[in-house]
């Protein structure tokens, strides 16, 4: 069959179908290849059913189902919405009118997922399909849901709340913000916080505010902030960092509070009550608060010094009895309780009384009821002024008219008594004699007119006025005679006082005319015979310092130049010992020998006068105010110690006179300076002996050990200097610290006193325990053996000594210094001479202390003893009596104790009684005193308590002992006892033997017979 020809343009038809089905079934392939290996959720669904065609790796990782099982899935399965919506939102993809949703999606394990998907129409196989890219964007709703709410409640917040970037730009503020500081969100969005800048904090606490931030530290505290108007207020401000997920600061977060009202407001209170507090303390008024029974609640500083108390809170609780003679406090109690019994005020009563030295003083007193809220009168409020002087004043009155009017006629001082408006009222004969005028002449005239020159009115109108706003003058002047001469005269213009105001004054005028003349006759030598009798003084002088300072002083004067000093010699360098009128400090000059001027001297033991320092090679200037100088040697037994320097702001200020005249000053200067020497060695040495023996004296006669260890700080610097210094005490196997001097200062004083370290862990200590030896730290930081404590590093010299009673180390004496270098061997052999005081001292006081307990205490039973019993009970008699308050005394026998001896023994018997002794005096009120009254009787004291309240606490005592026993393994007794109680609020007539005669016939009234019982005179004398 024959070929028909092919249609060129069929041809190419079909080349370039042939060329499009290969790029599609490339880009199928891609997409295929694409589908299956991405990391993002992808699916295949048909858009008509919803059934899932394919799904790739990630989707099955992500579903947790394997990809047959979500072939064979429909998408309504995973998707939560209702399978009508969802078939919707297949048909709004597959026609291309939305292609992005959000979806519920639910997977394998049950989880729910919020997903976003994009879904677009593609052909596939010659199908179209629906292709589906799924997002896991749960978190992201989370946090977005949590940012909601986050930014709800901070926008509803009465808080000032903004945000910054890393920088410190704001990007967000509140309403409260704005409210608070009255910018706007424009107007601080974009600022940084500088613009609430107080400029009251400094930039070092700004700047320690940002490095905490920066370290990731939330920063809270009061701070000042300024508004926009420029007002100052008090925040409460919590600044947060802001991090990301991974840690790092992305922003920061600042609350802030206003708290300037409240601020304001406690500080007016505080303000008002110290005023109050210091108005009252100010007043030489008395004023105090009494309660019902006239106990002082309140009072003043000078009532507490009318009391002779150190301070108003010594005199707290006590009542006037405690001050004041018998009858007159007396008299005190009656009238307050007249006041708070009527309620009526006692007003201005004039009240006498005597003083600790017998003198009369006058009191005017008013006391008015004090109430409580509700109207009562539950004390008094009392208000004393001292009227003494006011006493006396109105009984010398009289005395002074009579001695003025004498002094006035013939006193040797003019006098003139001038009125307000500077008229002469009257004048003395020396006034007349003085100025040559008559009464006549000068009565009612001016005294401008009468005695000033015209050259002086302003100045005697000054004199009047000051004295006639109240305050003495006094004025060296000259006044005018009636012939027209004049004469110096010193005035004194003092004011007369009337009603408390100036009314008028008196001038008073001293002729100094010859004083005048001997002043200018003798003013010409005045200068140089000081200055040669001050040097002389100087050199007599056993104080090196002072010496040295007088004649620095006195030569500046005797050569009338501008500067001396005196250098000492210190190694191979003259140290500035003493200088006047230089600009500079003593310390600050150290000239090495053979430098300068003064050098040369030291090494030539020459003196040289420069008239000009600028011609002189050798002048070194340390003043470049100096341009003539000269300077002597100081030389003793052929040694030169140092050089005396005068120097002058004037060329050619001197001359070889004056170089003889100060090289003469140098030698006996040097001899001084020498003896002063070795006078201060002597008198450091005696010094030392006389305090160490003082202070000996001042601890052995103190008797307590707190005392005694609080007086040994407060001496041991006059022995030994210290910056800080310690008394370690040993307990056990540790030391602690008992008492302390100095740490306060570097804010360590709590830190000392809570103290306490393992012996052993202390090197320098452990070494004194080793040794028994002081030990010496020069150098605490470079010493081996220094234990360092991070409160301590501020320590560089350290000196330690043992505290030793009768061969046993109890404790350390401890001093330190913040310089190097410091302590010497000297200084430890002065402080064992102070440890050993100090242990003597204690030692004392331990066998004192011991003596004291011994007197008191029955040794069996450690109750009071009969005798200290009686002692207390006396005291408590008289209190009682004072103050009308019921008293109450019970005596106790123990039932058929002998039995308990003549069964068990004695040394039971002892036990028993020791039981009985812990239960009376466990089961009595607080204040009340037990004591063992002989053999097995007991007596008990009870102060302020009624018949009735002993009778309940005899009933506790009896119930406590019957139901007592020994420690097991010891015989079971049963114990009990009679006892007589008597009551009684002290008379007159009442004394403390008839109370104890009234309960020992009560006990044996009722104490029952019993066999073989000791007689109570036998059982008392166990304990005589």
């Keep these: 069959m024959e070929k028909l020809p092919m249609d060129p343009h069929l041809i190419a038809e079909l080349e370039n179908l042939r060329a499009r089905v290969a790029v599609l079934e490339k880009s199928e392939q891609r997409f295929r290849e694409m589908f299956e290996l991405h990391d993002a959720v992808m699916l295949l669904i048909d858009p008509e059913d919803g059934r899932i065609v394919d799904a790739n790796v990630a989707a099955a990782r992500f579903y947790g189902y394997s990809r047959e099982m979500l072939r064979n899935m429909n998408i309504a399965e995973i998707n939560r919405l209702p399978p009508d919506e969802v078939a919707q939102k297949r048909k709004a993809a597959n026609l291309g009118s939305q292609n992005f949703f959000i979806f519920p999606h639910r997977l394998a394990n049950g989880d729910m997922r919020t997903v976003q998907v994009h879904s677009s129409p593609i052909g596939y196989n010659s199908h179209q399909l629906l292709f589906s890219i799924i997002t896991d964007i749960t978190a992201a709703k989370q946090a977005e849901q949590a940012r909601l709410k986050f930014e709800l409640g901070i926008e509803r917040s009465s808080e000032a709340v903004f945000l910054t970037e890393l920088d410190g730009t704001i990007t967000y503020v509140n309403p409260a913000f704005e409210t608070i500081y009255g910018y706007s969100k424009e107007e601080a969005i974009g600022k940084t916080p500088r613009i609430l800048k107080s400029g009251l904090h400094s930039n070092e606490t700004y700047q320690n505010f940002w490095n905490l931030l920066l370290a990731k530290q939330i920063v809270t505290g009061e701070i000042f902030n300024r508004k926009k108007n420029g007002q100052l207020i008090t925040v409460q401000s919590s600044a947060n960092p802001i991090l990301d997920l991974s840690g790092a600061i992305i922003g920061f977060l600042a609350i802030q509070h206003d708290v300037s009202e409240r601020k304001r407001i406690a500080e007016d209170l505080a303000q008002e009550h110290n005023m109050l507090r210091a108005l009252i303390d100010s007043l030489p008024d008395y004023i105090y608060i009494k309660d019902s029974a006239s106990r002082i609640i309140e009072t003043n500083i000078a009532h507490a010094n009318l009391l002779q108390a150190k301070s108003p809170e010594e005199v707290i609780g006590k009542i006037d009895f405690d001050f004041y003679p018998q009858a007159e406090a007396a008299q005190y109690y009656a009238d307050e309780q007249e006041v708070i019994r009527t309620g009526q005020a006692l007003v201005n009563k004039e009240e006498t009384s005597r003083d600790t030295a017998g003198n009369s003083r006058w009191t005017l007193t008013t006391k008015v009821p004090f109430r409580d809220a509700d109207g009562r009168v539950i004390g008094i409020v009392g208000v004393g002024r001292d009227i003494t002087e006011r006493k006396q004043a109105e009984e010398q009155v009289i005395i002074q008219k009579a001695q003025f009017q004498q002094l006035f006629e013939n006193s040797p001082i003019g006098i003139a008594v001038l009125g307000q408006d500077d008229r002469i009222q009257a004048i003395n004969p020396a006034f007349q004699a003085i100025f040559q005028y008559t009464l006549q002449d000068v009565v009612d005239r001016p005294i401008n007119d009468v005695i000033v020159p015209p050259t002086h009115h302003e100045e005697a109108s000054w004199v009047s006025a000051t004295a006639l706003s109240g305050h003495a003058v006094q004025k060296e002047t000259v006044r005018q005679r009636k012939d027209g001469t004049l004469v110096p005269v010193e005035v004194y213009g003092v004011p007369i006082i009337r009603d408390g105001k100036p009314q008028a004054l008196f001038g008073l ?277 220094w234990t360092t404590f991070p409160e301590t590093r501020h320590i560089r010299s350290w000196i330690g000594a043992p505290i030793i009673i009768r061969g046993t180390l109890i404790g350390f004496l401890a001093l330190d210094k913040l310089e190097p270098g410091f302590y010497t061997a000297k200084h430890a052999g002065r402080l064992v001479a102070f440890a050993a005081q100090a242990a003597l001292a204690l030692e004392n006081a331990q066998l004192y202390a011991t003596q004291q307990q011994l007197a008191m205490t029955d040794g069996l039973t450690g109750l009071y003893n009969r005798r200290y019993f009686f002692e207390l009970a006396q005291r408590e008699f008289r209190r009682a009596k004072r103050l009308q308050m019921p008293l109450s005394l019970l005596m106790i026998d123990l039932n058929d104790f002998k039995k308990v001896n003549d069964t068990f023994g004695h040394l039971i018997g002892d036990e028993a009684l020791q039981l009985v002794a812990q239960v009376l005096n466990k089961h009595v009120r607080g204040g009340d005193v037990v004591a063992r009254y002989g053999g097995d009787e007991f007596i008990i004291l009870l102060p302020n308590c009624s018949q009735t309240e002993a009778e309940q606490v005899v009933t506790r005592l009896q119930e406590k002992v019957r139901t007592a026993s020994l420690p097991p393994g010891k015989p079971d007794i049963e114990l009990s006892f009679c006892v007589g109680l008597a009551t009684c609020i002290p008379t007159a007539e009442e004394t403390f033997d008839r109370l104890l005669e009234r309960a020992d016939a009560e006990m044996y009234g009722h104490k029952q017979p019993h066999n073989g019982s000791q007689s109570s005179e036998n059982k008392r004398q166990d304990l005589e």
């Excluded at 050569?559 to 210190?570: G, S």
């Design 509 to 785: 005028y001293v002729d100094i005319s010859e004083l005048k003349r001997m002043e200018e006759k003798l003013k010409r030598e005045i200068g140089k015979l000081n200055a040669l009798h001050e040097i002389d003084r100087a050199i007599a002088t056993l104080d090196l310092q002072a010496c040295l300072e007088i004649i620095v002083r006195q030569a500046q004067t005797l050569f009338a130049t501008d500067f001396v000093a005196i250098f000492l010699r210190d190694g191979e360098c003259l140290r500035l010992a003493a200088e006047e009128g230089h600009e500079i400090a003593a310390t600050e000059i150290l000239i090495p020998l053979g430098r300068g001027i003064t050098g040369w001297c030291a090494v030539h033991r020459q003196s040289l006068l420069v008239p000009d320092v600028s011609q002189d090679e050798r002048y070194l200037s340390f003043d470049s105010r100096s341009r003539a100088e000269m300077a002597a040697p100081l030389v003793i037994q052929d040694e030169c110690i140092g050089v005396i320097n005068v120097e002058s702001a004037d060329l050619y200020a001197f001359t070889p006179s004056d170089l003889d005249l100060l090289e003469s000053l140098a030698a006996r200067a040097a001899i001084a300076i020498h003896a002063a020497r070795l006078h201060n060695a002597e008198r450091e040495q005696r010094k030392f002996a006389e305090t160490l023996y003082d202070i000996g004296i001042a601890l052995t006669s103190q008797l307590d050990p707190e005392a005694i260890l609080d007086q040994l700080l407060d001496h041991v610097g006059h022995v030994v200097p210290f910056d800080s210094a310690t008394v370690l005490l040993i307990e056990d196997q540790f030391v602690r610290c008992k008492h302390q001097r100095g740490y306060e200062k570097f804010g360590l004083g709590e830190w000392m006193q809570q103290f306490r370290a393992l012996l052993s862990g202390v090197g320098t200590l452990a070494e004194i325990v080793k040794t028994r030896q002081p030990y010496v730290s020069s150098d605490a930081l470079a010493d081996p053996i």
